[in-house]
């Protein structure tokens, strides 16, 4: 089987900051993705949603309750549950520093990012491509009937070649990387995984690839070894993008079992 290419025009090895740069910024803002553009990071790793307006959203979580302090993030309500309208007024960026226990982060004034709301897909795209390269990650659990593929499909349409050329779509959920590869083909997907009790038995090892026919892999880096890397890139001839290494001899380490990407919290440590 023919797999495309994993942004073959950008120089190895990729490197993803994780949610942006999560460990300066808060996670999955306009900050954390400016700061890593402003560190020299090329990659950045976002999450998306639909809301109840149907906007694609950025954010981790199906809901705010570990970003946003009581009373100030949604009465907990999913994101599937509000409409942008209400997302648009939750400051993502109000805590940030006394709830991520990050060193840096606690040496940052609570003040500094106050005002920080979940940006739109749309507004991401923008402003970073095709200047840096994005992984979208697809936050479903739907396995039918899911809007957020072809919503991820149209937008990406809609920016042509600015973003087509700079993207790539992953998530945990197969069925919803087969639904967008389906419908935007020329994109390169990937399925995640890792050993954890939120995902199904059959796909904490990477069965996943066959369900989706994904084009490059996304596994838990402890996952990864010389065997694995061997038999995933060697023999079925996918690329491998490594979460969520934050220490340099680890992600060197990586790269020399075979990997082509890394995705951190911190790539400032890195560069």
Known sequence: MSRLPLLPDRRRPLIFAHRGCSSLAPENTMAAFRKARDIGVEGIELDIHVCKTGELVVAHDDNFLRTVPEGLNGGGRSIEELEYGEIRAIDVGAAFGRQSGVQEAQAVAPLTFRGEHPPLLAQVLEEFCPGMYIDIELKTRKTRDDPLPGLTADMLKHFGDRALKSVTVSSFNPFSILAFKKLCPTVPTAVIWCVDREVPPLLRYGFGRIISRCDYLKPVYRQLNRFSSFRFRTLEGRPLVAWTVDENALAQKLL????????????????
């Open 256 to 271: 020399k079992t075979g990997c082509d990407g890394i995705i951190s919290n911190r790539p400032q440590d890195l560069l």
